[in-house]
């Protein structure tokens, strides 16, 4: 491990309190938004496990790489993630994003995800599960401008989804 991969770390660190489990997620959600592979996977150990949908990247190099790809895919995403649960190193969330694809299609996708932290910080585990759904245009609820969600903008539980 290099020098600067030693030195990287992303607070809160576990074990989480409430308040710091929130703001984890918050983070993680206004990184995603992003839309920026170099932004978000610097979050993750460099040995980061996940499991999204039927992608099962290991290591930022790779990390990097399907973000690279899912962003092509999913244009115009906007993300809100919300804390589910928490306990000493591990978060649960749910979220949802919505998307349109190159062929113009918007889609709502809903999911959630098993977090689990190194004492650095740094996510060491993503388990995602995700189910998409087509929406009309006119159905969509995420209309903020690109980046992150503003601070005024409802959650989850207040749009009812």
């Known amino acids: 491990m290099s020098d600067f991969t ?3 770390i992303r607070p809160p660190f576990p074990p989480f309190t409430l308040e ?3 703001l984890k997620v918050r983070m993680a959600e206004d990184a995603w938004n992003s839309r920026d ?13 996940w499991r999204n949908r039927d992608v099962f990247p290991k290591g930022r190099a790779e990390i990097i ?9 999913e244009q115009e995403y906007r993300l809100i993630k919300e804390l589910w649960s928490f ?8 979220f949802v994003y919505e998307w349109r694809d190159t062929a113009g299609l918007w889609f ?10 190194d004492d650095r910080g740094l996510m060491r585990e993503r388990h995602a599960s995700i189910n998409d759904r087509m929406i009309d245009e006119s159905d969509r609820k995420f209309l903020w401008p690109l980046g992150s ?3 005024d903008h409802p959650g989850l539980t207040e749009l009812g989804l």
Do not use: M
Not at 108 to 117: A, I, L, T, V
């Open 149 to 151: 969600r503003p601070v």
């Open 6 to 8: 030693t030195r990287i």
């Open 87 to 94: 306990a000493g190193s591990r978060i649960a969330v749910r």
């Open 108 to 117: 709502r996708s809903h999911g959630n995800e098993n977090w689990e932290f």
């Open 37 to 49: 592979p170099e932004r978000v996977a610097p979050a993750y150990t460099e040995d980061s496990v």
């Open 20 to 22: 710091h489990a929130v």
């Open 65 to 73: 790489k399907f973000l690279h790809q899912k962003w092509e895919r």
